[in-house]
């Protein structure tokens, strides 16, 4: 079998999840990490919510929704990596990394930060005007969350393609000027249900106040239902499946046969009472009983607590090891290593003295050059202390200061004695 595929993707905790997040996300997700063959790292975008607000009770609030809504969902926690980014540190550390070789221009590009100076210009305001720094960092922050664990598909709405693009940039650049370390990730996207219209028609989003918040509870959830904007079509008259939010949205939740069969209504002109009744009653045959199990766990938030520290020590057993070895490439290394080749170096460069005894019983020196090559061979010894102070002479005079020298030792075959001399100095020096 060959190696599995890691899919991994993220939720920003900055809001309560809603039917747009359920069917663009969160069950796209749930399903993938049930496929054969894959690998999934499923978490919830702490450090990403800080850039969009202020405040702290929200993001933690939001923070127990997500995990809540995925886990009651279907996520099996053990089966996946189920983690809060916040919990890696690695992350912010890689981050820093990977904006130091992205280039501004790039990220100048991003559509996030380019919305917000298009909104500026129209209000005639400062063109970075509510601008922070997260805002513009954004996309380096979202590929080190993919680049970490190598990602090899990343199921993201279509708003988020960009990024995976910017990533994969991010990615090949370091790649290039330091080693092959990341995978290039691919984007998958949902196209079916890639954007649920909401309410009033438009992209079902926080943004727009116009979003069906999956877990609310029965009652709400009719009522809101009730709300979503229609023509003024009357029953009996035919309606328009096209540009119909309501169709829209039924179609996200049903088989391909209900949907047909929802289009002939349509067709035959079912009241809009009446279409919304039907399209309450689906959604809610697939989320009641999803529904228990939420509310479970936003009373025992100490449970969600739990799996998502067990999570993100499985997330660090691949993050720290890998980190180790980005910081190695990068250069942030342990400056004993450099000691260590210094006394290699040195050592490897000296001429050096070797003692021996040989089978007529006496003691013997010689002295070599950094590569081995022998320039004195001693005469016999009676002991290693006579050969030692042999040593010490010629180590502190060379060799032809004195013919009382020469007695000690001769320059042996091939060498000269300015090259004994030259290398006994090299010892004088470096002692
Ligand atoms: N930016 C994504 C969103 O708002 C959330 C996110 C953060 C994400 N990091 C990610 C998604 C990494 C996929 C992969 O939808």
Redesign the pocket.
């Known amino acids: 079998m060959s190696s599995p595929l890691r899919v991994?993707?993220?939720?920003?905790t900055s809001g309560t999840p809603h039917l747009g997040n359920y069917v663009g996300?969160v069950r796209p997700t749930v399903r993938a990490s049930r496929l054969p063959n894959t690998e999934s790292f499923l978490?919830l975008?702490d450090y990403?919510a800080l850039i969009k607000t202020g405040d702290p009770a929200r993001v933690q609030r939001s923070t127990l929704e997500i995990a809540a809504t995925w886990i009651a969902c279907g996520l099996a926690p053990e089966q996946v990596t189920f983690y809060r980014?916040s919990d890696i540190p690695e992350i912010t550390e890689l981050t820093w990394f990977l904006t130091c070789l992205t280039g501004k221009g790039l990220l100048n590009r991003a559509h996030a930060y380019k919305a917000m100076l298009d909104k500026n210009a129209a209000a005639g305001a400062d063109p970075d005007d509510g601008v922070n720094a997260g805002l513009f960092m954004?996309p380096v922050?979202?590929a080190a969350?993919?680049l970490l664990f190598n990602?090899n598909l990343?199921?993201?709405?279509r708003?988020?393609v960009q990024?995976?693009e910017m990533a994969r940039d991010i990615a090949s650049s370091f790649n290039h000027q330091y080693g092959e370390h990341f995978v290039l990730p691919e984007a998958v996207i949902e196209d079916a249900v890639a954007t649920l219209p909401g309410l009033d028609g438009r992209k079902m989003s926080k943004s727009y106040d116009n979003t069906i918040p999956l877990f609310a509870p029965r009652e709400q959830l009719k009522k809101l239902i009730l709300g979503i904007v229609t023509d003024s079509k009357t029953p009996g008259e035919p309606k328009d499946t096209e540009g119909s939010a309501l169709f829209q949205i039924y179609q996200a939740f049903a088989t391909p046969e209900e949907t047909a069969a929802f289009a002939q209504a349509y067709a035959d002109g079912i009241g809009w009472g009446d279409a919304k009744q039907r399209l309450f009653e689906r959604i809610d045959s697939e989320i009641a009983p999803m529904r228990a199990t939420y509310e479970e766990l936003m009373t025992y938030p100490e449970r969600v607590e739990a799996l998502l520290r067990a999570g993100a020590a499985k997330a660090r057993a691949v993050a720290t090891p890998f980190t180790a070895r980005l910081r190695h490439a990068v250069g942030l290394r342990p400056l004993q290593a450099l000691a260590e080749t210094r006394v290699k170096t040195d050592k490897a460069a000296l001429p050096s003295f070797k003692q021996y005894r040989e089978k007529d019983g006496l003691f013997y020196f010689k002295l070599a050059d950094a590569k081995g090559r022998v320039l004195l061979q001693s005469r016999g010894y009676a002991s290693p202390k006579h050969c030692g102070e042999a040593i010490a002479h010629l180590k502190a005079q060379g060799w032809s200061a004195s013919p009382a020298l020469h007695e000690m030792a001769a320059v042996a075959e091939g060498a000269s004695a300015a090259e004994a001399d030259a290398a006994l100095q090299a010892l004088r020096e470096a002692a």
């Open positions: 991994l993707t993220g939720i920003t996300a978490f975008a990403h980014q954004y922050l979202m969350d993919i990602a990343v199921p993201v709405g708003d988020q990024h995976i």
